[in-house]
């Protein structure tokens, strides 16, 4: 310890100053947990419509009766995951008042990310529990079955998320829910399934559709005059008096209604802003640490996305990237298929066929990550030209830190097919 303190002698501890300031200084944040994405409001608003169009979808609930399953979808930061939320756990009171035999599970299917994960929380929620692994999804699916119908209980599982499932899984476990109830003479089962997916529909197979969608909810996005009472409610209940100016927070509800309209963009941009001032030392939100917080959390949005994909999703990435890297002008969907193939052969895994990775760049243009546009040859056909959609230097960060495709990043490029 004594030879650490003389190594330390005379040299500045980096972190000295770093938290004299933090203890010291004012900050512009009253309750910062408010502005946090997984803090749900007691108000809600511009979506009390929803809430009462849920609530009357689930309460019959209230009198044991199994309720119309129903779908919600709309884009991100709608509004959907806290509606549904707020309704469960209102509904959940007051069956806990009446002593009913009623349970609400909510499960965020991205986060759960196995049919069997989503499977052993619905068990859990009735009081079966499962082993971590090492039961087939059918077994799990039947001690499910089995004990439902021997409580007696009904339960209403919110499936967040839950396109990302069926992405994942095909929609047979999904199915096999949908049917659950048949030959019950017990407990029952209803599903709130939420997506933030608007195609999310066409890749159900009918039964599953009109099992599913019994009733629909469609979540519209936010206007920036609905933002701004969202953000003005937010910021009273999270920030000091006097720390945030009006026009503060209509540049957070413009930047984020000219994304389409997401609630949960405008409420981080707001939150990330004024850290930005805290670590200033200023009690004052001001439009330049706005700004500022856009772009960080632009970056850290576009990590997120792209580090996440699949490995094959990420690998036809990294073929764009070398492509574009090396200069290539005309990238074309066979050009991309090409490097892909020597990728694959690099990272020794088996490549997927060409359609399937013409799907790949469809799902990632839509992500808004490349452009691709199909341009014709006349008789010769029709292909797809690609070009990158975020800075080069952005994606080359994302590939740097990816364990799996970092070693892949050299492989060369035969310029000749651009």
Request: hydrophobic share 40%; proline share 3%; glycine share 8%.
């Amino acid at each position: 310890m004594e030879k650490f303190q003389l190594k330390l002698r005379g040299r500045e501890d980096p972190l000295d100053e770093l938290i004299k300031r933090t203890l010291s200084s004012n900050s512009p944040f009253k309750n910062r947990d408010v502005l946090r994405s997984d803090y749900i409001p007691e108000n809600l608003p511009h979506r009390w419509e929803h809430v009462r169009r849920l609530g009357e979808i689930v309460s019959p609930s209230l009198k044991t009766i199994r309720p119309s399953n129903v779908f919600i979808y709309g884009k991100t930061g709608t509004g959907k995951t806290a509606v549904a939320k707020h309704v469960l756990k209102r509904f959940s009171q007051e069956a806990g008042r009446q002593g009913l035999r009623l349970n609400f599970v909510y499960i965020n299917c991205r986060i759960s990310g196995t049919e069997y994960k989503v499977m052993s929380e619905l068990c859990t929620s009735i009081g079966v529990k499962v082993p971590f692994t090492g039961l087939s999804k059918a077994e799990v699916l039947s001690r499910f079955r089995n004990a439902l119908y021997k409580s007696g209980s009904l339960v209403i599982a919110c499936l967040d998320e839950i396109d990302h499932l069926v992405k994942t899984s095909g929609d047979e476990f999904l199915y096999a829910l949908t049917r659950i109830n048949e030959g019950s003479e017990g407990g029952q089962l209803a599903i709130i399934g939420i997506s933030n997916d608007l195609t999310f529909k066409e890749m159900l197979d009918p039964r599953v559709l009109s099992s599913l969608s019994e009733e629909e909810i469609v979540f519209h996005p936010y206007t920036a005059v609905e933002l701004v009472d969202i953000l003005s409610e937010r910021a009273s209940m999270a920030l000091n008096e006097g720390s945030i100016t009006e026009g503060v927070i209509q540049l957070c509800a413009a930047l984020a209604a000219a994304e389409h309209g997401d609630a949960r963009r405008a409420i981080d941009l707001l939150r990330v802003a004024a850290e930005l001032a805290e670590r200033e030392g200023s009690t004052k939100v001001e439009e330049k640490h706005v700004r500022e917080a856009y772009g960080v959390i632009e970056q850290g949005r576009v990590y997120e996305a792209l580090s996440t994909l699949p490995l094959h999703g990420r690998a036809i990435l990294l073929t764009v990237y070398q492509c574009v890297r090396a200069g290539i002008q005309k990238i074309t969907t066979g050009t991309v298929y090409n490097q892909y193939r020597r990728v694959c052969e690099h990272l020794g895994v088996e490549p997927l066929t060409d359609r399937r990775v013409s799907s790949i760049i469809s799902e990632l243009g839509m992500m808004g990550v490349i452009n691709s546009d199909v341009v014709s040859y006349g008789r010769y056909g029709r292909t797809r030209r690609i070009s990158l959609n975020i800075p080069l230097n952005e994606l080359e960060e994302v590939l740097i830190h990816d364990d799996v495709l970092s070693g892949a990043m050299d492989v060369p490029v035969d310029v000749k097919q651009g």
